[in-house]
């Protein structure tokens, strides 16, 4: 059975601090990675994807991906408390119309 | 970018009546809606995939004849929960993935169902 795993936290980081979110999958034929973002009470918004080894970036985000390893990470740098959500790993659907698996969340919390 | 607009965004019903919940991608066909429910502080659960033009199908323990869904066409897809019952409560969430681009989940703002 796919998974995906994360640690639900809750994460506590300071405010400008780095953020550290993991995950790892189960999978090995996965080729596609996403981050997602939930506030309480909202619905999960797209905030990086990644389909290659190495890093990405976007603004304060950098998503890292280590197929060998099974290991996708999120990094957050100079945090802010608007960061405050639970983060979604997802590993994306081989075939376009299969379900993409998610793993539970991480709750980070961002301490002013 | 890919935008599903999702309706109505909290409904109070009673007990023992219909409500139906819709999604609408705006500026993609969505070959392929997923409908979850999401209970507080717990992850998304699937409850269905559905397909343009054929029937949904549905994850186990997920009753189909009480989570009616319905995807008609491309830029629509529908979720009815018949004879809602209070544990029926949750938040429903859909999202969409294109028939071409990037392979990707957009979600609609989901809806929040309060049954009494």
């Known amino acids: 059975q796919k998974e995906v795993e994360q640690n639900s936290g809750p994460l506590s980081v300071p405010e400008g601090a780095i953020a550290s979110l993991n995950c790892t999958y189960s999978d090995r034929g996965s080729q596609s990675f996403f981050w997602y973002r939930q506030y309480s009470g909202k619905s999960p918004e797209l905030i990086m994807s990644?389909?290659?080894?190495g890093d990405k970036e976007d603004g304060r985000f950098t998503a890292q991906l280590n197929k060998a390893s099974q290991y996708v990470s999120l990094l957050i740098r100079d945090s802010q408390p608007s960061d405050s959500a639970t983060y979604l790993c997802?590993?994306?659907?081989?075939?376009?119309?299969?379900?993409?698996?998610f793993g539970p969340g991480t709750r980070l919390s961002v301490l002013p | 970018g890919a935008v599903v607009s999702q309706h109505p965004s909290w409904v109070i019903c009673k007990s023992g009546t219909s409500v139906k919940i819709e999604c609408r991608s705006l500026?993609?066909?969505?070959?392929?809606m997923f409908w979850y429910r999401q209970f507080p502080k717990q992850s998304l659960m699937l409850m269905a995939t559905s397909n343009e033009g054929s029937k949904a199908t549905y994850e186990q323990g997920v009753e189909k004849d009480k989570f009616l869904i319905n995807h008609a066409s491309l830029t629509l897809s529908t979720l009815t929960v018949t004879s809602a019952h209070p544990e029926d409560s949750s938040f429903y969430i859909c999202?969409?993935?294109?028939?071409?681009?990037?392979?990707?989940?957009?979600f609609g703002a989901g809806s929040r169902l309060t049954v009494l």
């Open positions: 997802a590993a994306g659907a081989l075939v376009r119309g299969q379900n993409f698996v």
């Open positions: 990644i389909y290659s080894n």
């Open positions: 999202s969409g993935v294109a028939r071409s681009g990037a392979n990707v989940l957009t």
């Open positions: 500026d993609f066909q969505a070959t392929t």
